[in-house]
């Protein structure tokens, strides 16, 4: 596959992957993972295929796969790692195909790719359709964008088409006339790489009858006490997808529930399991299903 012309910054890899500028530093010149150019003034500047091999590491780091182990792999080898990993439950759903599915994306047919989904959507809503269906297709296809077998353009079409879905539901969701029962914040923290899970969280909290305030985009943490000021609310959800969260923000936003008086906070999209014990105030997700357990569980 020939390669774009684009070329990105640290910090373009750090949005993209969720990896902490100082981390991909530490990962170049310990494990010589990324070989990047420099600008006359000393400046990192990537390429695509080193996006891609980024996105590629810490995916596997991710899944479990140590860093150094990772860096032993080549090229070749790393990507058939991450295909093996990405195509372990596909086939856990016979009637559930993502290869089938996603070749409407090759062509950007966007009727037949919405047609393709929409029986599962159908009978099953929006709420279980999702973790078991749309969300590993969003994965797969951002897989197959990271080994070369989706362009760019095609994975995000994935991507937005599935985000347009998701809109409509949540537009079209009627709440009780009644009430809601209490208010919950949203924040994005970290990056852009779970919008369309956001997306879908908030759904499940309207569904659920929580006023639920959802800025978009992504703010710093400290905007939390921005919003209180303005609406008090009892639960907080915060992105936490990146990597290095566990060590910087768990304890910081534990310290801002409290002095607020919020019941809980939930963040989302974690990384990893914690090693340290985790405050009360606080409940680790890691995906959309764990989400659903949790709200479910919201007292």
């Known amino acids: ?9 640290i910090k373009d890899l750090e949005n993209f992957s969720g990896i902490k500028a100082h981390t991909i530093r530490i990962w170049e010149k310990r494990y010589k993972v990324l070989d990047p150019d420099r600008t006359d003034s000393n400046i990192r500047t990537y390429n695509e295929a ?10 596997l ?28 439950n596909d086939d856990l759903d016979y009637n559930f195909q993502p290869g089938k599915i996603l070749m409407s994306a090759l062509r950007f047919n966007e009727e037949q790719f919405k047609e393709a989904l929409s029986p599962f959507i159908k009978y099953q809503g929006i709420e279980e359709a999702y973790p078991k269906y749309l969300h590993p297709l969003l994965e797969k296809s951002r897989i197959l964008w990271q080994t070369g077998s989706l362009s760019r353009a095609q994975e ?9 879905m998701l809109i409509v539901e949540d537009s079209s969701l009627r ?12 924040i994005n923290s970290s990056d852009n790489l779970s919008d369309n899970n956001f997306l879908f969280y908030k759904y499940t909290l309207k569904k659920r009858g929580y ?3 959802f800025t978009g985009g992504i703010l710093p943490a400290s905007e939390v006490i ?48 914690p090693e340290k014990r985790i405050p009360e105030n606080i409940i680790i997700t890691r995906n959309p299903t764990d989400f659903i357990k949790a709200v479910s569980e919201l007292r």
């Not at 596959?1 to 910054?9: A, I, P, R």
């Not at 140590?66 to 372990?88: G, H």
């Not at 995000?156 to 347009?164: C, H, S």
């Open 50 to 59: 080193e996006l891609k091999k980024i996105l590629n590491v810490a995916y």
């Open 211 to 213: 006023d639920v305030i």
């Open 175 to 186: 709440t009780s006339a009644a009430k809601a029962k209490t208010t919950v914040a949203m």
């Open 226 to 273: 921005e919003i209180h000021k303005i609406k008090p609310f009892e639960f907080l959800i915060v992105n936490s997808s990146a990597f290095d969260f566990a060590k910087k923000k768990i304890g910081y936003f534990s310290s801002i529930g409290k002095s607020l008086l919020i019941k809980k906070i939930i963040l989302t999209d974690y990384p990893e399991i």
């Open 1 to 9: 596959m020939e390669e774009g012309l684009n070329v990105f910054s």
């Open 156 to 164: 995000q079409f994935v991507k937005y088409t599935i985000r347009n």
């Open 61 to 88: 780091n991710r899944n479990g796969l140590k860093i150094s182990r990772i860096a032993m792999l080549n090229e070749d080898e790393l990507t058939q790692q991450v295909m093996n990993l990405s195509s372990m």
